[in-house]
């Protein structure tokens, strides 16, 4: 398989509901949930890609560019950007959808670094 092939196969989509168990006081999501469930589907995509044990080395500039409110969903969706010998980067994106309309946003938007490593927890490559 080529590595855009990898790259087209690995990308994740998840969508979760947004409880008032999640929100803050403004009865919008956390920002820390929100990177919480970033860096989930960005692991998910860096392993599918990868298919060896990854961890996270960094997230980048993570943009919040709208509040997501309790009752909504929220897609979030994790793509391979970069690879490199032994790291990738994984861009995610969180898009709200309105439950009881076809109104949907993009939120927020970060990139996360993923090195795979072996069991000795020293980077191995992913090529």
Known sequence: MTTEERIEASE???????FPNT??????????????LMDEVAFIAATRFARKRVVTVSSDKIDFKRSIPAGTIVELIGKVIYVGNTSMKVNVEIYTEQMYS?????AIVGDFTFVAIDEFKKPISIL
Do not use: S
């Open 12 to 18: 994740t989509r998840i969508f979760k509901a947004v």
């Open 23 to 36: 929100t803050n006081h403004y009865d919008t999501l956390f920002g820390g949930t929100a990177m919480q």
């Open 102 to 106: 076809y109104e949907r946003e993009r």
